[in-house]
């Protein structure tokens, strides 16, 4: 074979040589392709780059995240609410778990093209995104900028719109939303508050966008959302018994939406947050005038929210000095938490519920420290078990309690935040803003307290040394806090210093409450959340007549009732599933060719189906 081959090749050069070579090759070589010549437009080239680089980061996507993207926006554009919410409340936080613990998820411009580029599933998505980043990880001053204009879009889409947004989100998830909106807000405040830690890039940011999460336009998109919703006009036609038409017909198109029915009230617990925040705590709870706090209102159906709501309100009456509201509200929910427990921890809330809850409990020692009164015995061995040596400090008394409330009320307080931002507009400004810092906004709130905790200061010595006599002269009172070595006190001032005491302590025995409408009453019936009656707080009490004091103790007797309808309840959940549970069924007998020998019945136990067990 290879003897042939130089032949071959010889004859096929003789009929190449023989053709004539301008015609076959023609002008070939002469058109060359120059790319400074191209036209070719820069933008289609960036374009088909990204669409590369979009391919390559779809490639790289896991499977199962893929199938679970395009699942959720099937769900979605079905309305399926039973789908929805178990992707959202398991898949989501499963896939997290596994794929996604410290890093980001996808962006949305990657997986756009599994969901068929829907733009409203794509704003969620990314709600959904962003939220995964300042819950996980360290969001940077574009994740700031751009979860802001995420949220802008969303609620522009559903406020804007010349017709309802038909959307079928769960509760859940349309609380979470208002929850985060609120939450990234606080972050930003908290994080643009600290001007040494920015660098020249964020300083510049930040001064060309003095208005992203600006304190106007969240209490703006909140108020919007309450006003299109007509959610306090829908609360109020309900507490009057009317019909179905006559809410329809008062809350117009809007309101009988669930979807803004429940961002609506939802915005309202959101304000009462804002509110808390900004320190202004007499509107936070006016804003709740319309909303009952008991078992069956609406924020119940999503725990989060309840404890939220119970947690802020509860916050409201302690910094109004209104410490058996406080002490109510707190016992109630924390009840709540501690019967629940169980059922919530495979949620993903359960840490947050939880923490909350601890701070709950921290508030709850300070005001009962400083307004004792009788409390639930689980929720008392609690408080001793996690607070057993503060709160034994703080019910002393002495200048020594006053580190132990500075210490309570930093771990148990909202993280306040200031509606002003700092003048990074301004270089000069800014210069004297960093020279001259403002007290922080937890600080402000927490001297404020700490200033009233100080002049109760001497109240639990007082109380205790009253406890001991029925009636005793002042100056042999005043004698029981003065040293006796100490001869530079003179005993008129003293005496004088214990009859100011005195009134402090009368005061302190004094509080306005909502405790005689009970938790169930409708808040327009007994002047919303801040009305109420002034009663006494104490077990205590004295008259001065010239120079004797006269005590009087008045005992309160235990209250059962409390602790007889929680075992009903118990004992009624015992038997229902007692009835629902299936019956035990019976082994087929034995045929007679088969059958043993009969025997004689061995005694057993009864047990509750009315048989033996061996």
Same mark, same amino acid.
């Given at each position: 074979?290879?003897?042939?081959?130089?032949?071959?090749?010889?004859?096929?050069?003789?009929?190449?040589?023989?053709?004539?070579?301008?015609?076959?090759?023609?002008?070939?070589?002469?058109?060359?392709?120059?790319?400074?010549?191209?036209?070719?437009?820069?933008?289609?080239?960036?374009?088909?780059?990204?669409?590369?680089?979009?391919?390559?980061? %779809?490639?790289?996507?896991?499977?199962?995240?893929?199938?679970?993207?395009? !699942?959720?926006?099937?769900?979605?554009?079905?309305?399926?609410?039973?789908?929805? =919410?178990?992707?959202?409340?398991?898949?989501?936080?499963?896939?997290?778990?596994?794929?996604?613990?410290?890093?980001?998820?996808?962006?949305?411009?990657?997986?756009?093209?599994?969901?068929?580029?829907?733009?409203?599933?794509?704003?969620?998505?990314?709600?959904?995104?962003?939220?995964?980043?300042?819950?996980?990880?360290?969001?940077?001053?574009?994740?700031?900028?751009?979860?802001?204009?995420? =949220?802008?879009?969303?609620?522009?889409?559903?406020?804007?719109? #010349?017709?309802?947004?038909?959307?079928?989100?769960?509760?859940?998830?349309?609380?979470?939303?208002?929850?985060?909106?609120?939450?990234?807000?606080?972050?930003?405040?908290?994080?643009?508050?600290?001007?040494?830690?920015?660098?020249?890039?964020?300083?510049?940011?930040?001064?060309?966008?003095?208005?992203?999460?600006?304190?106007?336009?969240?209490?703006?998109?909140?108020?919007?959302?309450?006003?299109?919703?007509?959610?306090?006009?829908?609360?109020?036609?309900?507490?009057?018994?009317?019909?179905?038409?006559?809410?329809?017909?008062?809350?117009?198109?809007?309101?009988?939406?669930?979807?803004?029915?429940?961002?609506?009230?939802?915005?309202?617990?959101?304000?009462?947050?804002?509110?808390?925040?900004?320190?202004?705590?007499? %509107?936070?709870?006016?804003?709740?005038?319309?909303?009952?706090?008991?078992?069956?209102?609406?924020?119940?159906?999503?725990?989060?929210?309840?404890?939220?709501?119970?947690?802020?309100?509860?916050?409201?009456?302690?910094?109004?000095?209104?410490?058996?509201?406080?002490?109510?509200?707190?016992?109630?929910?924390?009840?709540?938490?501690?019967?629940?427990?169980?059922?919530?921890?495979?949620?993903?809330?359960?840490?947050?519920?939880?923490?909350? $809850?601890?701070?709950?409990?921290?508030?709850?020692?300070?005001?009962?420290?400083?307004?004792?009164?009788?409390?639930?015995?689980?929720?008392?061995?609690?408080?001793?078990?996690?607070?057993?040596?503060?709160?034994?400090?703080?019910?002393?008394? $002495?200048?020594?309690?006053?580190?132990?409330? !500075?210490?309570?009320?930093?771990?148990?307080?909202?993280?306040?935040?200031?509606?002003?931002?700092?003048?990074?507009?301004?270089?000069?400004?800014?210069? %004297?803003?960093?020279?001259?810092?403002? %007290?922080?906004?937890?600080?402000?709130?927490?001297?404020?307290?700490?200033?009233?905790?100080?002049?109760?200061?001497?109240?639990?010595?007082?109380?205790?040394?009253?406890?001991?006599?029925?009636?005793?002269?002042?100056?042999?009172?005043?004698?029981?806090?003065?040293?006796?070595?100490?001869?530079?006190?003179?005993?008129?001032?003293?005496?004088?210093?214990?009859?100011?005491?005195?009134?402090?302590?009368?005061?302190?025995?004094?509080?306005?409450?909502?405790?005689?409408? $009970?938790?169930?009453?409708?808040?327009? #019936?007994?002047?919303?959340?801040?009305?109420?009656?002034?009663?006494?707080?104490?077990?205590?009490?004295?008259?001065?007549?010239?120079?004797?004091?006269?005590?009087?103790?008045?005992?309160?007797?235990?209250?059962?009732?409390?602790?007889?309808?929680?075992?009903?309840?118990?004992?009624?959940?015992?038997?229902?599933?007692?009835? =629902?549970?299936?019956?035990?069924?019976?082994?087929?007998?034995?045929?007679?060719?088969?059958?043993?020998?009969?025997?004689?019945?061995?005694?057993?136990?009864?047990?509750?189906?009315?048989?033996?067990?061996?």
């Amino acid at each position: 074979m290879a003897a042939h081959r130089p032949t071959y090749y010889e004859e096929f050069e003789d009929d190449v040589n023989d053709g004539n070579l301008d015609i076959a090759i023609g002008n070939y070589g002469q058109n060359v392709y120059d790319a400074d010549q191209a036209d070719v437009s820069e933008a289609a080239l960036l374009a088909f780059q990204q669409q590369i680089a979009q391919q390559s980061a %779809l490639a790289q996507i896991p499977d199962p995240v893929k199938r679970f993207i395009i !699942h959720f926006h099937e769900a979605f554009r079905a309305n399926n609410l039973q789908e929805i =919410s178990v992707a959202y409340e398991s898949g989501w936080n499963r896939l997290t778990e596994k794929y996604y613990q410290k890093v980001e998820w996808p962006e949305a411009e990657i997986i756009a093209p599994l969901v068929d580029e829907d733009p409203i599933f794509l704003i969620l998505y990314k709600e959904l995104y962003f939220r995964h980043v300042y819950s996980r990880l360290s969001p940077n001053i574009d994740d700031r900028f751009h979860s802001y204009e995420n =949220s802008c879009e969303l609620f522009n889409h559903l406020l804007n719109s #010349e017709r309802p947004v038909l959307l079928a989100l769960p509760d859940i998830w349309l609380w979470d939303i208002i929850d985060e909106f609120i939450y990234q807000f606080q972050s930003f405040c908290l994080w643009r508050s600290k001007v040494k830690s920015k660098n020249e890039e964020e300083l510049a940011l930040l001064a060309e966008g003095n208005q992203m999460w600006s304190c106007y336009s969240v209490l703006n998109v909140l108020y919007s959302l309450i006003q299109k919703s007509q959610i306090n006009e829908y609360l109020k036609a309900t507490q009057e018994g009317k019909s179905a038409e006559e809410i329809a017909e008062i809350v117009g198109e809007y309101g009988m939406i669930p979807l803004y029915r429940s961002l609506g009230y939802f915005s309202v617990i959101g304000l009462l947050r804002v509110h808390v925040l900004l320190g202004d705590y007499t %509107l936070a709870l006016k804003v709740m005038d319309r909303i009952e706090l008991n078992q069956k209102a609406f924020f119940t159906r999503v725990t989060a929210c309840h404890v939220t709501t119970y947690y802020f309100v509860g916050f409201c009456y302690l910094a109004l000095r209104r410490y058996p509201d406080a002490v109510r509200t707190f016992s109630s929910i924390l009840n709540f938490i501690s019967r629940m427990r169980q059922y919530h921890t495979k949620s993903y809330q359960y840490d947050q519920i939880n923490k909350m $809850g601890d701070r709950m409990y921290a508030l709850l020692a300070m005001c009962h420290a400083l307004s004792p009164s009788r409390l639930d015995d689980n929720i008392m061995s609690v408080i001793r078990e996690r607070f057993g040596d503060q709160y034994n400090r703080m019910t002393r008394g $002495g200048p020594d309690n006053q580190t132990v409330f !500075h210490e309570l009320f930093t771990y148990a307080c909202p993280k306040f935040i200031s509606a002003n931002p700092p003048p990074y507009h301004d270089a000069d400004l800014l210069q %004297l803003y960093l020279a001259e810092p403002p %007290l922080e906004p937890a600080q402000r709130h927490e001297a404020i307290f700490l200033a009233d905790v100080r002049t109760l200061t001497s109240v639990p010595t007082l109380r205790s040394f009253l406890k001991l006599y029925k009636s005793l002269d002042t100056k042999r009172l005043a004698g029981l806090f003065v040293d006796p070595e100490n001869k530079e006190v003179d005993p008129a001032d003293a005496e004088e210093a214990l009859v100011q005491q005195m009134m402090v302590l009368k005061l302190a025995s004094r509080s306005v409450s909502r405790s005689d409408a $009970g938790p169930s009453a409708v808040a327009k #019936e007994v002047g919303g959340h801040l009305g109420g009656n002034v009663v006494s707080t104490n077990d205590l009490d004295f008259v001065i007549d010239d120079n004797m004091v006269h005590i009087v103790e008045s005992t309160v007797g235990r209250r059962f009732a409390g602790w007889f309808i929680r075992n009903a309840e118990h004992t009624q959940r015992v038997l229902d599933n007692i009835k =629902s549970s299936p019956l035990p069924v019976a082994k087929p007998s034995a045929t007679p060719a088969t059958a043993a020998p009969e025997q004689a019945p061995k005694p057993g136990k009864t047990v509750a189906w009315g048989g033996t067990k061996a």
